[in-house]
């Protein structure tokens, strides 16, 4: 099968998304976006700006602003909010794959749901999946955000941005 050409005639740049809440960032996203980048050539995180499932304890621009502190070494990769049908979103950035990361056969349930929804909605938008590394599988914001209101250090399951914000949060008592 040949490589899809530009309008040019080289071969089309390969785009993904990595859309996710990134509430907050986890060492196991960043495994995720790093993976990806060596399989993409440009992979641009979308941090959802207000998800209809779960209420955010970052703002959008602090989420923002810890995955771009977090990947400042990682040149083919952006980050951007965004606040529309991730398939929408795919499509502005010129994006022919979603990337998601699996944990276990409970993300697995909702994440083919999603993916049939976003099939019916874009069928030429592919969503592809990478295992979590086993020292990531079971790690989840939620775990880290309840570790951390009761004190706990997070830092082995965060990056130093977010492992300092969440102490503090902490230490003011507002976790």
């Not at 993904?16 to 641009?44: E, K, N, Q």
């Amino acid at each position: 099968m040949e490589a899809p050409r530009s309008r040019c005639g080289g071969v089309a740049e390969s785009v993904a998304v990595c859309p996710g809440t990134y509430d907050p960032v986890t060492s196991g996203h960043l495994d995720i976006i790093r993976r990806a980048a060596t399989i993409f050539d440009r992979v641009i995180v979308g941090v959802v700006r207000a998800p209809q499932h779960k209420r955010t304890m970052f703002s959008l621009d602090d989420r923002i602003a810890f995955i771009e502190e977090s990947l400042g070494g990682t040149p083919n990769v952006t980050v951007a909010g965004f606040a529309t049908l991730v398939v929408e979103f795919a499509r502005e950035h010129g994006a022919r794959s979603i990337v998601k990361g699996l944990r276990a056969v409970s993300d697995f349930e909702w994440e083919f749901q999603m993916n049939n929804l976003n099939r019916g909605l874009a069928p030429e938008i592919e969503t592809m999946y990478l295992m979590a590394s086993p020292e990531y599988s079971f790690l989840s914001s939620r775990g880290v955000r309840e570790i951390a209101a009761f004190g706990g250090s997070v830092a082995q399951y965060v990056p130093e941005p977010v492992a300092r914000r969440l102490a503090e949060l902490h230490a003011a008592g507002e976790l």
